[in-house]
């Protein structure tokens, strides 16, 4: 690797994937294509445990938001927002395009939204869905979807979790009852850049039973590419054509997930649930503060608040000159924290090596650090693969 790219998506790329990624381009009606995509829609379903309907398509996560709404909420209806930052902010714009009525209730940042709040509001009001960011990617907040879920099925609501920054690395398990039998989530919608750990370009969602009948219930819908009736036939047998798909994202993608698979959700998600938390305590061990409480901070990506007197753009240059890669942070916090991923192919060696780098930009920019208590910090967190 010429560089690690520890931004929170894309996410570093697996050989395997790259290899399969640069196969020769089949046409997308050819069998053996089709046989590889049929099979990357099942794998999609077994991540997700649903026997009902996932749709695997050309677009980014934002499209995959696009589609939940669009094809489960109509003009007029009313719809509840849970945002935890930025991303979770992004279906109160999506969901107005389409006019439909937005409730909003906004953590404030690096902090959950209290579930007292989400009672009342949901006693208050009739909502058709209420949508929940699973990991925010501004924020490094993750969402308690185990309270959540029983809270707004009981409100006869569909439940959409945005899993673009949690897919492959926490827990979404749409054949599992929260609290009772019926509370399950409706739709995950997610991207290939995160935790999958996938080029971008693939728009990724599974719908229940019950999302699929709020489809058949709103009989047409304010949209062509993204109304899942056009694609039902595509997922059912990909030797139909709607529109052409992206035949080597979608090698890629079926390798990924069979890395995916065979690592194990629960593996992956005590490994992602471990890394957080090593690196947390070791970048705490600078001097760096994460934006989120532990309690709340997410698997995949933390928001780190920098020292006093360190320049985030200086920082992220000279990080960027010995090869690691972070991102800004966003809105008000840009310029005062940066955001580092630690998901889907990342290893504990990877998140070594950052570490180290950290640290001698800190000392490189006249901030006083031990690279060792770092480490040591790191390892004695560290349960999973040394
Ligand atoms: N939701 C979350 C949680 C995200 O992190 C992102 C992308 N960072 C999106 C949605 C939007 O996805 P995309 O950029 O692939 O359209």
């Not at 995916?260 to 938390?277: C, T």
Request: glycine share 8%; charged share 20%; aromatic share 8%.
């Amino acid at each position: 690797h010429k560089e690690y790219l520890l931004i929170p998506g894309p996410t570093p790329i697996a050989d395997e994937v790259y290899e399969a990624l640069g196969q020769e381009t089949m046409g997308h009606t050819d069998p053996r294509f089709t046989k590889i995509y049929k099979h990357a829609i099942d794998l999609t379903k077994e991540l997700f445990n649903t026997d009902a309907e996932a749709y695997v398509i050309s677009g980014s996560g934002t499209l995959a938001m696009e589609m939940a709404i669009v094809n489960t909420v109509s003009k007029g209806d009313r719809i509840l927002v849970v945002s935890h930052g930025y991303f979770g902010d992004r279906f109160i714009p999506l969901a107005q395009a389409f006019g439909i009525e937005v409730d909003v209730l906004q953590a404030e940042w690096g902090t959950q939204v209290s579930l007292e709040l989400i009672q009342q509001q949901l006693k208050a009001h009739t909502y058709k869905a209420v949508t929940v960011t699973h990991v925010d990617t501004s924020t490094g907040v993750v969402a308690n979807i185990e309270q959540l879920i029983p809270i707004v099925k009981a409100a006869n609501a569909l439940f959409i979790l945005d899993g673009v920054c949690a897919t492959a690395a926490l827990e979404e398990n749409m054949g599992k009852g929260y609290g009772s039998e019926e509370a399950k989530i409706d739709i995950v919608l997610s991207g290939s850049q995160k935790a999958i750990g996938v080029p971008p370009g693939l728009a990724i969602i599974a719908f229940s039973e019950e999302a699929l009948a709020a489809r058949q219930d709103l009989d047409t819908v304010p949209a062509y590419y993204a109304d899942i009736n056009n694609w039902r036939n595509v997922m059912d047998n990909p030797s139909n054509y709607f529109a052409t798909p992206p035949v080597n994202l979608i090698y890629a993608y079926e390798c990924a997930m069979k890395i995916v698979l065979q690592e194990g959700m629960e593996a992956r998600i005590k490994r992602h649930e471990n890394y957080g938390a090593a690196i947390r305590r070791a970048l705490n061990a600078f001097g760096m503060t994460p934006l989120a409480k532990e309690a709340v901070a997410a698997p995949t990506l933390s928001c780190i608040l920098y020292p006093e007197g360190i320049n985030d753009v200086e920082f992220r240059a000279k990080l960027a000159e010995r090869g690691i890669i972070v991102a800004g942070a966003l809105a008000h916090l840009a310029g005062k924290a940066f955001r580092i991923g630690h998901m889907g192919s990342v290893t504990a060696t990877v998140l070594e090596h950052a570490i180290c780098q950290i640290g001698e930009v800190l000392e490189d920019m006249g901030h006083k650090v031990t690279i060792g208590a770092a480490l040591k910090a790191f390892r004695q967190v560290l349960t999973v693969e040394v």
